[in-house]
T-cell receptor, first 116, second 113 residues
Framework: AQTVTQSQPEMSVQEAETVTLSCTYD???????LFWYKQPPSRQMILVIR??????QNATENRFSVNFQKAAKSFSLKISDSQLGDAAMYFC?????????????FGTGTLLAVQP | NAGVTQTPKFRVLKTGQSMTLLCAQD?????MYWYRQDPGMGLRLIHY???????AKGEVPDGYNVSRLKKQNFLLGLESAAPSQTSVYFC????????????FGPGTRLTVT
């Protein structure tokens, strides 16, 4: 069974600085997807970024980028120029490629605080 | 488009009471999911559906039942609520296809006393 581990329950960053959130996963599959979701105090789950395992290039979305290390099964999220609105719980998630179910498997989350 | 909506947003139940949570999506998505979120445990899949009239168990199905009589609706039922079912419940949907991500509803906070 696949598992996702986020070893940092809480992180803090100064506004305008850069922070990296860690995520490791375990799978025997070669094709899969990885995601970072943001959950602000409103509880709404918001997709931040997605990475396909077959792509060697790291995904980037504006100030958010990932460091995908397939061999090490590591998928970290880097937030550059942190803003107060980035304060939220961040979840790393995994999904197998193919199959009708396409279930997401979530890590336990990292609570990010942004200090002004 | 309203996206994914959940009814109700908050609910307090007494042990042994029953209730149904409604999830509705207006995006014509094939797949729908129910998750629960507990502190320190992330989101865990309760049940899911890959199409109208079909449902399947997820990771933590005990104590819950689901139905998908219409494509746009996915109902989660608690027949006899227990304090262990105090949680935040999320519904999600996605279209058929490999690259589509799940779209989440706003969540329902349920407290069982």
């Amino acid at each position: 069974a696949q598992t996702v581990t986020q070893s940092q329950p809480e992180m803090s960053v100064q506004e305008a600085e850069t922070v990296t959130l860690s995520c490791t996963y375990d799978t025997s599959e070669s094709d899969y997807y990885l995601f970072w979701y943001k959950q602000p105090p409103s509880r709404q789950m918001i997709l931040v970024i997605r990475q396909e395992a077959y792509k060697q290039q790291n995904a980037t979305e504006n100030r958010f980028s990932v460091n995908f290390q397939k061999a090490a099964k590591s998928f970290s999220l880097k937030i550059s120029d942190s803003q107060l609105g980035d304060a939220a719980m961040y979840f790393c998630a995994y999904r197998n490629y193919g199959g009708a179910t396409n279930k997401l498997i979530f890590g336990t989350g990292t609570l990010l605080a942004v200090q002004p | 488009n309203a996206g994914v909506t959940q009814t109700p947003k908050f609910r307090v139940l007494k042990t042994g009471q029953s209730m149904t949570l409604l999830c509705a999506q207006d995006m014509n998505h094939e797949y729908m999911y129910w998750y629960r979120q507990d502190p320190g445990m992330g989101l865990r899949l309760i049940h899911y559906s890959v199409g109208e009239g079909t449902t399947a168990k997820g990771e933590v199905p005990d104590g819950y039942n689901v139905s998908r009589l219409k494509k746009q609706n996915f109902l989660l039922g608690l027949e006899s609520a227990a304090p262990s079912q105090t949680s935040v419940y999320f519904c999600a949907s996605r279209p058929h296809g490999e690259t589509y991500e799940q779209y989440f509803g706003p969540g329902t906070r349920l407290t069982v006393t």
